[in-house]
């Protein structure tokens, strides 16, 4: 009945440029999506997302949260406020460890319909930098709520666009989950399972030394998505599908 997954540090696609490289300071920015997806399943529609993040030397911990402007999905997202942390352990040039956790609160949730007011899934992802600045990231999840598991790969590169001054921030990404705790207070319990890809671009662009306006398009899809109840048959999540995201962020670093 109901996903509590968000995609951390995906909030928009068009944050990722902001964020891939931390250096101490705050990082605040302010971003529109026309789509709330997330891991191939939509938790809304039109949605508002901002987030600060403070960042000291390898250690990173913040605050994202969403809330709709309009087509509201029932149970999701209004709000959502999601504390976050992680550390980086650096390896060598190429190699780093990165263990960090998402804490996900709807303050609203309807509980007695099924839905989750909070989860916690601590995760971890080891970054390689290949050739090119090509980095490849697979990552391991664990919601400890909902007992679900989720391995992702991605991979993320940028092309430089001198005229324009900016770059693109090309990602790609997929995975495969499974939940176990779907449905709160489920006797016997409902579990969901499924796999998701994401492809998309982001463009940079300053507005001062400080500040910048990122423009970014993703499309992503949840694919062999289902809810299992029981004994009863599998029935297919009618959340999950494919969707374009396009999205707006400002983003201001101090």
């Known amino acids: 009945m109901k996903s509590i997954f968000r995609v951390i540090l995906l909030c928009p696609l068009a944050a990722l440029s902001a964020l891939s490289a931390r250096a101490d300071g705050t990082v605040l920015s302010a971003s529109f999506v026309n789509q709330y997806m997330f891991r191939g399943t939509r938790l809304g529609g039109p949605s508002f997302q901002p987030s600060v993040e403070l960042d000291y030397g390898n250690l990173a911990f913040g605050i994202w949260a969403s809330t709709p402007i309009a087509d509201k999905v029932a149970g999701q997202s209004d709000p959502e406020i999601d504390p976050y942390a ?23 949730a309807p509980t007695a319909q099924g839905y989750f007011r909070s989860t916690f899934e601590p995760d971890i992802a080891l970054n390689y930098t290949a050739g090119y600045g090509i980095k490849l990231t697979p990552r391991l999840y664990y919601d400890v709520v909902l007992h679900s598991t989720t391995y992702e790969f991605s991979v993320t590169a940028a092309t430089p666009l001198k005229a324009l001054a900016t770059e693109l921030d090309w990602t790609a990404s997929g995975g495969t989950f499974m939940t176990t705790d ?10 969901n399972w499924g796999n998701y890809y994401l492809a998309g671009v982001a463009a940079p662009f300053a507005v001062t030394k400080d500040s910048k306006l990122t423009i970014g398009f993703a499309y992503t899809k949840g694919t062999d998505n289902f809810v299992k109840h029981g004994t009863f048959p599998e029935v297919v999540n009618p959340a999950a599908g494919g969707r374009g995201v396009v999205s707006l962020s400002y983003i201001y670093t101090y």
Do not use: M, Q, R, W
Request: no cysteine; charged share 20%; net charge neutral.
């Open 86 to 108: 992680s550390y980086t352990i650096i390896i060598n040039d190429s190699l780093n460890i990165v263990p960090g956790f998402t804490f996900y609160d709807y303050p609203k």
């Open 182 to 191: 779907y449905f709160n207070g489920a006797s016997p319990k409902e579990k």
